[in-house]
């Protein structure tokens, strides 16, 4: 599931080169969809901020899909809307995740941190480590990293206090190729420090034909695995 109360963004890093919310903005707009009228300027979607409650059963929820709940020009007083919806229902887990670490441990300590938060940010080489030492001084319960899409290596990550991580290689027809040894040297890290692993996808052209075995199995575990429903990835 995802939810997006707000839309737009622009590109900050490498992991953005060939940005999914980007291509499918372009693809609404051209459909004249309503909330997509201004393309990929970032705007607030109040409607949007009833959506959760509505849901009858309990969710897993991918936040913003479509933008950086952190971008400099989503508003503060709008990401606490968003966190008031969030701390409201407490049946609901959800994702949220960002590059712009540096605005999230700006802004992190007046907000309301429930358990149902997991605070992720993307960390797609090596240039990027520094979002893991803004993501570890929040106060986020759950704590993890999005390595995807994975172009280059993560050597020595520190990983205090970081619960989760999550790796998968780019797809589409011009995906950057993700090295076996990339992603094993994150395996053991992740086992070394007890840190939950998860092995999303070897990506490429063809990403159902490469799959997600790592070593002839995959890897699926989940920070807090009891407390939520299947995950979205
Ligand atoms: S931060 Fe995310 S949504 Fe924004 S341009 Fe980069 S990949 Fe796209």
């Known amino acids: 599931m995802t939810w997006n109360p707000t839309t737009g963004c622009n590109k900050i890093s490498a992991g953005c080169k060939y940005c999914y919310a980007e291509v499918m903005t372009r693809r609404l707009e051209a459909m004249g969809i309503e909330k997509y009228k201004d393309g990929f300027k970032v705007r607030t979607h109040e409607d949007a901020l009833n959506v959760p409650y509505l849901w009858k059963k309990p969710k897993v929820v991918f936040v913003n899909s479509m933008s950086d709940l952190f971008h400099p020009d989503v508003p503060f007083e709008f990401i606490e809307k968003v966190f008031k919806v969030m701390n409201d229902t407490p049946q609901h887990t959800y994702q949220v995740l960002t590059k712009r670490a540096d605005r999230l441990y700006e802004l992190h300590h007046p907000l309301n941190w ?95 034909k490469t799959g997600r075995e790592l070593g002839g199995r995959t890897y699926d575990e989940m920070p807090v695995a009891k407390e939520v429903a299947a995950p979205m990835y």
């Open 114 to 208: 429930t358990k149902n938060i997991w605070m992720g940010v993307s960390v797609e080489n090596e240039k990027v480590l520094d979002r893991i030492d803004f993501l570890r001084e929040t106060n986020a319960m759950v704590k993890f990293l999005s390595c995807e899409p994975l172009i280059g290596p993560l050597r020595n990550m520190n990983l205090q206090n970081i619960n989760w991580i999550i790796v998968g290689g780019e797809s589409g027809r011009k995906a950057r190729p993700m090295k076996e040894q990339w992603v094993w040297d994150i395996q053991q890290q992740c086992a070394a420090a007890d840190v939950a692993f998860f092995f999303k996808q070897w990506g490429g052209v063809n990403k159902k």
